[in-house]
């Protein structure tokens, strides 16, 4: 008998907070695909009107595949509801996404949603961010060296991102700088803050106060659901 996948679980169990005639955010990421083949599914079989907004290429291309309406930001001016993954999240629900280098885009989609659901494992749950994950940093080309230097004023330990020996590029075209800080993020606010007054910089994968329900999948095969 197989364990249970924590992702899946988590995964299926916040799709099914979405109602008819919502507008989704439809995040991107290993968990999050749990989430889009389960709408694929409520789309088919119990005739869920929705419209989907992707946070990515790869996202954008899953939606279609599986026949999950979709509509774009030009349409758009409020989301009803986000459901996307995240790196780390601590006990206040501020986060650290990016991993899967869709953080800009996702932050956007988070900004004009009126609900986030973040959809984890239990390995996700830290108590101080950046104890387990680095930081990632969308840059512009142009402005990366100086954008690093910058970053380890403020105590970071950038690397630029690289995938099978070539330079990551995210779907924007930026680069991205991951971040490890020695003893994690002190201050996650204030950090967020001085982050932004770096020319250059694009985007950093600090979500704060933009979480509001949180869905663990469990190997036990269980699903907490936690509410800000």
Known sequence: MSTPNPKEIAGR????FVEDDMTVGLGTGSTVH???VRLAERVRDERLRIRGVPTSIDTERKAREWGIPLT??????TIDLTIDG???IDDAFQMVKGGGGALLREKVVASISRR???VVGPEKLVKKLGSTFPLPIEVVPFAHATVERRLRTLGALPTLRTREGRTYTTDNGNLILDCRFEHGIADPHALESDLARI????????FIDLAHILVIGHPTGEC???KK
């Open 34 to 36: 749990f989430t889009l």
């Open 116 to 118: 986030e659901v973040i």
């Open 199 to 206: 020319p250059g910089l694009v985007e950093s994968g600090l």
């Open 86 to 88: 995240a790196d780390e």
């Open 13 to 16: 169990r916040a799709a099914e």
């Open 72 to 77: 774009t930001l030009d349409d758009t001016a």
């Open 224 to 226: 907490h659901v936690r």
